[in-house]
């Protein structure tokens, strides 16, 4: 638990041989939605294909980013350090379908006119939430690299917490665009708030530990 | 030219159940459903119809568009929904019964219903309330040609529909996304205007189970939830009846529900619109561009309170 090296990160157990593989593998994987998507619009099989476009995009960033959110609790569960070496990738990806899906937003349905977008942005608060979501994403995906986690050190931690007011602004866009179904931004909503209960709890254990280790003498008066 | 029957033929004329039954049909029916492909209304015509001065000359959506991307939650609410789950639907025997504030309540089969009036092909623009839109060659007669065969009374303000209730066929009524059985309403003026049509097909024939068969509401001015599916009951009343929307989000779809550019949907801009098909999107004309028809049905009426 305690590291006393700069890094911000617990020193890497040994790293398995096939991790290189298995992250060419996932990098090629991650982009088979899009390939899905381009391919059902190509082959004229969505009859509204903007629709099918933003869709798709904006389902595959959610799924992403809850992917992202799992990857702790999972080497937690499992032991498997080096599970968190494919994180970054798994939030760059949600990054990368969330900036395909604001473009779709931007280009193919509003031809970039801006005052309409600016209206849109204020007005309408399906599309706030979402475009404070992509925003807040921005700077998580500019200091994802080695670089940048060594120079902020604690504070990318801090930064990058970050990403859970971005899941939620992101859940709660799918939310309120629904017209009356929300089966589906449910089922977001409900694993989302699974990964964060974890954490919450996990939380709250810590601090009700080190309460009894920083005072035990209270405790026993 | 979409219907190669003469158009001396009359509907009268024509037996649909045996048409319905027609087993050629049905396997190229079938054939059309399995390529997913555009069934062409041109060799297989099953219903004839006379042309409208109505009827719109602008682009068709295709057969395929207007049979698989659907809002029809009786089978889901997902656009492909209906087109995958209404396959078990019955349309046929079929009845609706229209009561209330007339003389003359009744219940018509749908073979009586299809040779009320003669049938004529009307052209229309569909407005969806969630911004997109097609033109849609339906098959119908007026809503005014039924209403006058029961005779509204005096009393009578308001026109009340109801679609079937049969979960055990629809697999969205299962759940409770809208209160089943699906409502609708018109005010009786507007129920009696011209544009207004009962549709028993589309492209030459009769309408597939996904677009609300065997018989439905069109009513090309307002947006397309108005155009309630699967009709079983019509009721003229005195006051204005609850319809689904309204009942669902009575803040975001009103009983009238007007295509107006002007009022927004609380939740997203109506100003413009995609015709399927369409890259760029359009600007969406008031009342659907039926303005110079219907405007004087709301001459006086504040259209922001009345949306």
Known sequence: ?221 | MLIKRPDDILPSEITPQDLYLDRRRFLLLGAAGAAGLALSGNAFAALAAKKSLLSTGERMNTLKEITGYNNFYEFGTDKGDPAEYSGQFKPRPWAVTVDGDVLKPRTFSIEQLMKLAPLEERIYRLRCVEGWSMVIPWIGFPLSALLKQVEPTGKAKYVAFQSVLRPSEMPGQRDDVLAWPYREGLRLDEAMHPLAILAVGLYGNVLPNQNGAPIRLIVPWKYGFKGIKSIVRITLTDKQPPTSWNLANAHEYGFYSNVNPEVDHPRWSQATERRIGDFFKRKTLMFNGYADQVAGLYRGMDLRKNF
């Open chain 1, 1 to 221: 638990m305690a590291a006393p090296t700069p890094s911000a990160r617990p020193p890497a157990p040994g790293l398995p041989r096939f991790l290189g593989p298995l992250k060419a593998l996932l990098f090629i994987a991650a982009l088979l939605p899009l390939a899905r998507a381009a391919w059902i619009v190509a082959s004229g099989q969505a009859v509204n294909p903007i629709e099918f476009i933003t869709h798709s995009t904006g389902t595959w960033t959610l799924t992403f980013l809850l992917i992202t959110l799992t990857v702790s609790p999972l080497k937690r569960l499992t032991g498997l350090g080096w599970l968190l070496k494919l994180r970054r990738m798994a939030g760059l990806y949600a990054y990368f379908y969330g900036v395909l899906h604001l473009a779709t937003y931007l280009w193919l349905d509003k031809f970039f006119e801006l005052h309409a977008i600016a209206r849109d942005i204020v007005k309408r608060p399906f599309i706030t939430v979402g475009f404070a979501a992509i925003v807040l994403m921005t700077p998580l995906a500019v200091t994802s690299t080695q670089g940048w986690m060594k120079r902020l050190k604690r504070n990318w931690g801090k930064l990058h917490k970050l990403v859970y007011p971005v899941a939620i602004l992101g859940v709660l866009h799918y939310w309120w665009l629904v017209k009356k179904d929300v089966s589906q931004p449910a089922l977001y909503a409900t694993i989302l708030a699974i990964l964060l209960a974890e954490r919450l709890i996990r939380r709250w254990a810590e601090q009700a530990k080190q309460r009894r280790l920083a005072t035990p003498a209270s405790k026993a008066a």
